[in-house]
């Protein structure tokens, strides 16, 4: 199979975590047969230092003659306490996402087995879990109308959704769901928020069409809650822009570290692959970050974009040999496991490609 792949590296770790994706994308081009051809562009802090904007036209002209995208994180401390910055990393991350029409952000947390003690969470309520998040991703408050008034001392943010913006990304999460358990949960706050009554209306009838799955509400508060109270009871999530955000930073507690989730965007045109972790410049530069969220994400790619499911597998399944041999990235060691190798970003890509020649070799997945 032949595809053209663009690497946006963007900000902070993004740069040292995507090296790795993109270390394990060749890897599977060579030992399956494929072609890949990869370019690379400018998005976010590093794009305003270079052109003065977060997003250049160059960049997305890239991104829309493109089969598949894997981008790394955006941001910069600088920002974060100065609102006065007018142009920001983040926007070039949320105009993409609109320009694409990528409306549909999957998040799944799932839990390998060898982290059930890298979680605060007891490892008796954890096991088990699968969660498949669908955040809705170019409406809400993200897109709604901002502003300021009365000479600046009032601000405001417009929640707002369409029927169809609803309606599409429903869809998704009703035919996923029919996949796996067959259960979705709605999240909102509908007792409270407009916008969340026609979410619960608009979910409610597209779950009509899908009578063997069953349908569940939650609000947003309640859901925050069992999220970490029994995360077994979850099996598809739908919710809109700014719960997904939230619910899946929490989320990842479960899977023992934001470093192991991965994220696919979908729309009706190209995906994007990305860790949910963002720049983390606290840690930049250090080389100890966890490459796995990337090269989870390069899977999703493999298995989503391109419809490879045996090479998307064979990925996994490296990551999880790699962490059964006891490999761990700081954020993912428990002090209390003897038996635990601290590895570095580089040295956790070189294992994960290692396990995948093992794989190939042994040939213990049939291709
Ligand atoms: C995410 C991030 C982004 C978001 C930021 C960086 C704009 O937190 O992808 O979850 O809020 O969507
Ligand atoms: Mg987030």
Do not use: C
């Not at 913006?165 to 029919?178: D, L, N, V, W």
Request: glycine fraction near 8%.
């Amino acid at each position: 199979m032949k595809k053209k792949i663009t690497i946006l590296p963007g900000d902070g770790i993004g740069q040292e975590v995507t090296r790795e994706g993109k270390r394990v994308l060749e890897k599977i081009a060579l030992a399956f047969e494929h072609q890949f051809e990869f370019d690379e562009a400018l998005i976010g802090h590093a794009a305003i230092e270079a052109t003065g904007n977060p997003l250049p036209d160059e960049t997305l002209a890239k991104l829309k003659a493109t089969d598949a995208i894997l981008f790394g994180a955006v941001g910069h401390p600088k920002y974060d306490n100065d609102p006065t910055l007018k142009v920001r990393p983040e926007q070039g991350l949320l105009k993409m996402r609109k320009e694409l029409g990528l409306y549909a952000n999957l998040r799944p947390i799932k839990l390998f087995d060898e982290l059930l003690d890298a979680s605060s969470i007891k490892p008796e309520i954890l096991k088990g879990s699968d969660i498949l998040f669908f955040r809705e991703l170019t409406g809400d408050v993200y897109f709604g109308e901002k502003g300021r008034r009365d000479e600046g001392q009032t601000a405001y943010d417009l929640m707002i959704y369409q029927r169809f913006e609803i309606e599409r990304i429903a869809h998704k999460a009703f035919a996923a769901a029919r996949t796996r358990k067959k259960k979705v949960t709605s999240v909102d706050k509908a007792n409270v928020l407009e916008s969340s009554r026609l979410w619960r209306q608009v979910v409610t009838e597209v779950a009509k069409g899908y009578p063997d799955v069953q349908l569940e509400h939650q609000f947003v508060d309640a859901a925050a809650m069992k999220l970490i109270q029994s995360p077994r009871s979850f099996d598809v999530v739908l919710t809109g822009n700014l719960f997904g955000d939230i619910l899946t930073d929490e989320a990842s507690q479960i899977a023992g570290s934001m470093g192991m989730l991965a994220s696919a965007s979908v729309g009706d045109t190209v995906g994007l692959y990305e860790p949910i972790h963002g720049s983390a410049h606290d840690i930049t530069g250090k080389g100890i970050a966890n490459p796995l969220a990337s090269i989870l994400s390069a899977a999703l790619m493999l298995d989503i974009s391109f419809g490879l499911k045996t090479e998307a597998q064979s990925v996994i399944r490296a990551v999880e040999q790699t962490l059964q041999q006891g490999f761990r990235t700081a954020d993912i060691a428990s002090a209390a496991t003897q038996h635990e190798k601290l590895l570095n970003t580089v040295q956790m890509g070189n294992q994960v490609v290692k396990e995948i020649d093992r794989i190939m070799t042994s040939k213990s997945i049939t291709v």
